[in-house]
């Protein structure tokens, strides 16, 4: 299918996180790098937003981007691991939620709040176990062990799934992961690194944005 035909066939909670097509995974040494860094990806183009549970004060980063932004962004919350931050999440205005592994208990606190819910696997086992939970999307983690052959593998038999791989995502392989079946990606230290938002070096993480949105264009041109 096409891009566009893919888009019209999945779940409505689906659709924004496709049309984002890239996730830019923020794990931040404080909330102002954290702050600082989500302007650097928004103005480079990058508008999926994920605020990990490895940033200090994650709700109220969270909140702060729904009240700059609002719909400009799909914001959502990642490295869930509890069900309590699985509600603060959603209460501070997270869109959709992401977990890096899933437990049933976890599951069905974040399918709960009524947010779009990417829940975490790797093996065939978990992906079997995710979408009997009734995730929205596979998280596949960490992807940069399998690559885009492993997602082509993963559709083989499991064609309705919709995965989110993340880990090993960049500008340059962004088109051969989509390509391979990806609804969209999770992008972390490729894009916005811990150590470039520690460091400041938000110009570079604006470039960087940059240089992902264009590889998405340059994707749904093809």
């Known amino acids: 299918m096409t891009p566009s035909a893919e888009l019209q066939a999945l779940a409505p909670e689906l659709h924004a996180l496709a049309e984002a097509a890239v996730v830019a995974v923020v794990r931040a040494p404080d909330t102002a790098s954290a702050l600082r860094g989500v302007d650097a990806l928004v103005t480079g183009g990058v508008t999926g937003i994920e605020i990990t549970y490895s940033t200090p004060d994650a709700a109220a980063v969270i909140a702060e981007i729904d009240r700059r932004y609002g719909d400009r962004v799909l914001l959502g919350a990642g490295t869930v691991t509890t069900p309590g931050q699985a509600t603060e999440a959603a209460d501070a205005g997270a869109r959709f939620l992401v ?4 437990t049933d208990e976890l599951g069905r606190a974040m399918l709960g709040t009524g947010t779009t819910v990417l829940l975490g696997a790797l093996t065939p086992s978990e992906v079997m176990r995710v979408s009997a939970l009734g995730a929205h999307a596979v998280k596949i983690f960490p992807a940069s062990l399998g690559g ?38 999770g992008a972390g230290g490729e894009l916005c690194s811990a150590a470039d938002l520690a460091a400041g070096r938000y110009e ?17 041109a093809a």
Not at 99 to 102: I, K, L, V
Not at 204 to 220: K, L, N, Y
């Open 99 to 102: 977990s890096p592994g899933t």
């Open 148 to 185: 885009p052959g492993y997602l082509r593998s993963l559709r083989g038999p499991f064609p309705d799934v919709p995965f989110v791989p993340t880990g090993g995502v960049n500008a340059d392989n962004l088109g051969t992961w989509l390509g391979s079946g990806a609804v969209a990606l």
């Open 204 to 220: 570079e993480i604006e470039d960087r944005a940059r240089g992902f949105a264009e590889a998405v264009r340059q994707w749904r």
